[in-house]
């Protein structure tokens, strides 16, 4: 299962790994701030892709995974070709700021193709489970742990 890097106003899911708000050694305090580093880094990243493209500002969860990584994948290249080409600060605009007074049109939104029901039902409980939230937290702790001390 995917998990997004999420903050503590997010319900105690397996698809959301949370910072832990009150870390009570220094192993979890680490985790807690290199999570809340990471966290950050994807939110103004994410950020960049969704002012220039309105296809990542739309809702995916029908949408197939593969479809939904080609989209991010193509919307990455893209940026980084536009900013290899333009430069850094021609790069620096936002749809919002060209608006529909500078004659530009909406942009169309593409869309996947649903899940199955039953899949979506599926995928729905098990993203609820919150003893696979407790330990997805406990594995990704441990597993930063060990990638630290290497």
Same mark, same amino acid.
């Given at each position: 299962?995917? $998990? $997004?890097?999420?903050?503590?106003? $997010?319900?105690?899911?397996?698809?959301?790994?949370?910072?832990?708000?009150? /870390?009570?050694?220094?192993?979890? #305090?680490?985790? %807690?701030?290199?999570?809340?580093?990471? +966290?950050?880094?994807? #939110?103004?990243?994410?950020?960049?892709?969704?002012?220039?493209? %309105?296809? =990542?500002? @739309?809702?995916?969860?029908?949408?197939?995974?593969?479809?939904?990584?080609?989209?991010?994948?193509?919307?990455?290249?893209?940026?980084?070709?536009?900013?290899? &080409?333009? @430069?850094?600060?021609?790069?620096?605009?936002?749809?919002? #700021?060209?608006?529909?007074? %500078?004659?530009?049109?909406?942009? /169309? =939104?593409?869309?996947?193709?649903? $899940?199955? =029901?039953? #899949?979506?039902? *599926?995928? *729905?409980?098990?993203?609820?489970? *919150?003893?696979?939230?407790? *330990?997805?937290?406990? &594995?990704?702790?441990?597993?930063?742990?060990? +990638?630290? =001390? +290497?």
């Amino acid at each position: 299962m995917k $998990y $997004y890097l999420a903050d503590s106003i $997010y319900p105690r899911w397996p698809v959301f790994l949370k910072t832990i708000s009150c /870390p009570t050694d220094a192993r979890r #305090e680490l985790f %807690a701030a290199r999570q809340e580093s990471a +966290r950050k880094d994807v #939110e103004r990243g994410f950020s960049v892709l969704q002012a220039r493209w %309105a296809i =990542v500002k @739309g809702p995916a969860r029908s949408w197939y995974m593969h479809h939904i990584a080609n989209v991010m994948y193509a919307c990455i290249i893209l940026h980084n070709m536009i900013i290899h &080409d333009e @430069g850094r600060r021609d790069s620096d605009w936002s749809y919002n #700021e060209a608006g529909p007074s %500078a004659g530009h049109a909406t942009p /169309p =939104v593409a869309r996947g193709l649903p $899940y199955g =029901v039953s #899949e979506r039902l *599926q995928a *729905q409980e098990s993203m609820r489970n *919150q003893q696979a939230h407790l *330990q997805l937290m406990n &594995d990704m702790i441990e597993e930063f742990l060990t +990638r630290s =001390v +290497r």
